[in-house]
C-alpha cells in the first residue's frame, strides 16, 4: 500500500491514499428530484474538501435519485465519484450490467453494500431482492476486473477498472466478530474500507489493535466515518433508530447541557475532536464524512479540523476543481481524477 503498489484504477482517492495522504470522502445525498442542479450544487460544496464523492444507493431504504444516475452526472462534470451498489434492491445480472455500465462512463471507486432492509424506509411493502451480501458482491466485482469474466464464467470483451470499497462496523457487537468481518472482506476483494459513524473513540481504538494485530491495516486503506450531530434530540434519534449507530451518553449528555442556540456548534465541535483523535490512531488512513443534506457543514469541519494543511504544497495534482454547471456539449466526461 505505498506508490509502489499497482493501480486498481488510479483514481484520485486511490492515488491518495497510496501515497500516504490522509484521505477525505464525502457522502453526496442523492436529490428527491430530476434535475442535475441538485447533484452539481452539492458535488460543488464536497469536491473543494474531498477526495472522492460518495453517491448514495437508496441510503436508509429510501428512494432518491439512483446512484448509478448520480454518478453519470458527476463523472460527465468531470468529479471522481464513489458509486454506492446495495444488494437490497437488485439480483446478480442487473448488479452486473451497471457495474459495465459505471466503468464506461468514468467511474472507478465502488462501494459494495448488502443495504438497509426495506423495514427501515418509507416504502417497507417493498420486496427485497438481496440476491447478493456485500461480500459476494466484491467477489463478483473483483473477478470482472481481475479475471475479466462474469460470474457465469462468460469473458468480458473490455474488464471494468475498479477500486473496491466496503463498509465496516466497529461500534457494533458481536465486537470480537468485527476484525474477522472484515478480514473476509478484504479477502472477497476491498481495497479501502469507510466504517459506520464513529463517536466512540475507546472502542474504535479496540477495533484498530486488533486490526493491528491481524495484519489487516497492510492489506486494506480504512476510512473512519464522522459526522456532525445538530443536537442531542438527533444524537437519541440516531442511536435509536438508526440501525449500528452507537452513541455514548457522554455526547448525548454534552449536547443536552449546551444552550439551544449553540448546539448545532457544539455539535460541529464534537466532529472536529473526533477527527483529530481519530487522525492519531494507527492504522486509519483517512474519514468519510456523512452529514444528511450538510454538504456545506461538511467543509467547513474539513477545513478546521487540518486535515488538509500543506495538501496544496505536495500534492501534484489540483486540489479542487470547480466543475461548471452544465457538461460541454458533446462531451462524455472530462478526467474524473483531476477535480
Request: proline share 6%; with cysteine; net charge neutral.
Amino acid at each position: 500500500m505505498t506508490d509502489a503498489t499497482p493501480m486498481r484504477a488510479g483514481s484520485r482517492l486511490e492515488k491518495v491514499l497510496r501515497s500516504g495522504r490522509f484521505a477525505v470522502t464525502a457522502e453526496l445525498n442523492a436529490p428527491d428530484s430530476a434535475d442535475p442542479e441538485d447533484v452539481y450544487r452539492n458535488a460543488l460544496v464536497l469536491s473543494e474538501v474531498c477526495d472522492g464523492i460518495n453517491a448514495t444507493d437508496g441510503s436508509g431504504a429510501n428512494c432518491h435519485m439512483s446512484s448509478l444516475g448520480c454518478c453519470a452526472l458527476l463523472t460527465r462534470a468531470g468529479y471522481d465519484p464513489v458509486l454506492q451498489v446495495a444488494c437490497r434492491d437488485r439480483n446478480r445480472i442487473a448488479i452486473q450490467g451497471d457495474l459495465l455500465g459505471a466503468a464506461a462512463m468514468g467511474v472507478k471507486n465502488v462501494m459494495c453494500l448488502t443495504g438497509d432492509d426495506v423495514s427501515n424506509g418509507d416504502q417497507p411493502e417493498a420486496k427485497r431482492v438481496f440476491d447478493f451480501d456485500s461480500v459476494q458482491l466484491l467477489r463478483v466485482a473483483r473477478m470482472m476486473r481481475d479475471e475479466g469474466v462474469f460470474l457465469s464464467g462468460r469473458e468480458l470483451t473490455t474488464p471494468p477498472k475498479f477500486f473496491l470499497g466496503a463498509a465496516s462496523n466497529p461500534f457494533a457487537p458481536p465486537f470480537d466478530w468485527r476484525p474477522l468481518r472484515l478480514a473476509k472482506k478484504i479477502e472477497a476483494g476491498a481495497d479501502f474500507i469507510q466504517t459506520q459513524y464513529c463517536f466512540d473513540i475507546p472502542r474504535l481504538q479496540q477495533f484498530m489493535q486488533r486490526v493491528r494485530d491481524l495484519g489487516l491495516h497492510e492489506k486494506v486503506f480504512i476510512l473512519v466515518g464522522v459526522g456532525p450531530l445538530r443536537s442531542d434530540k438527533v444524537a437519541n434519534f440516531m442511536r435509536t433508530k438508526v440501525p449500528g449507530v452507537w452513541i455514548p451518553d457522554e455526547v448525548v449528555d454534552r449536547l443536552a447541557k449546551t444552550p439551544r442556540k449553540k448546539k448545532k456548534a457544539e455539535g460541529i465541535k464534537i466532529c472536529i475532536e473526533l477527527i483529530q483523535q481519530i487522525r492519531e490512531i494507527p492504522g486509519v488512513h483517512g474519514i468519510h464524512l456523512m452529514a444528511y443534506r450538510q454538504e456545506e457543514t461538511v467543509a467547513q469541519i474539513v477545513r478546521e479540523s487540518g486535515v488538509l494543511e500543506h495538501r496544496r504544497l505536495d500534492f501534484d495534482e489540483p486540489h479542487t476543481r470547480r466543475a461548471a454547471k452544465h457538461p460541454p456539449a458533446g462531451s462524455s466526461h472530462q478526467d474524473p481524477t483531476a477535480f
